[in-house]
Nanobody, 127 residues
Framework: QVQLVESGGGLVQAGGSLRLSCAAS????????MGWFRQAPGKEREFVAG????????VYTDSVKGRFTISRDNAKNTVYLQMNSLKPEDTAVYYC????????????????????WGQGTQLTVSS
């Protein structure tokens, strides 16, 4: 079992930056591929970024490429999402997700591929 707790959300002006954190419990965090998803009001949940359990491979949705960076610190059981040049359309509840991975370079972009989810943290970007 893995429990995930997100933090770092808040209100930021367009063009600003924020870093989300997701702290995970469990002894084998380093074997879990991680992902960030978001859901805006009235919209479906969408994939934002994913990272392999080694941290060597990352994948981003096109709308955040060049602005967001996903990273992880396996010693701290934490995954991060650094968000720069924020836009009002980034406003959403952000969720982190985890799944065990047996491959060092696997990254997963579909929600159904993840077994564990956090409770979410709200990001609001004002124009």
């Amino acid at each position: 079992q893995v429990q995930l707790v997100e933090s770092g959300g808040g209100l930021v002006q367009a063009g600003g930056s924020l870093r989300l954190s997701c702290a995970a419990s469990g002894r084998t965090f380093s074997r879990y591929a991680m992902g960030w998803f978001r859901q805006a009001p009235g919209k479906e949940r969408e994939f934002v970024a994913g990272i392999s359990w080694t941290g060597d491979k990352t994948v981003y949705t096109d709308s955040v490429k060049g602005r967001f960076t996903i990273s992880r610190d396996n010693a701290k059981n934490t995954v991060y999402l650094q968000m720069n040049s924020l836009k009002p359309e980034d406003t959403a509840v952000y969720y982190c997700a985890a799944r065990i991975s047996f491959y060092t370079d696997s990254v997963y972009s579909r929600g159904v591929e993840y077994a564990y989810w956090g409770q979410g943290t709200q990001l609001t970007v004002s124009s």
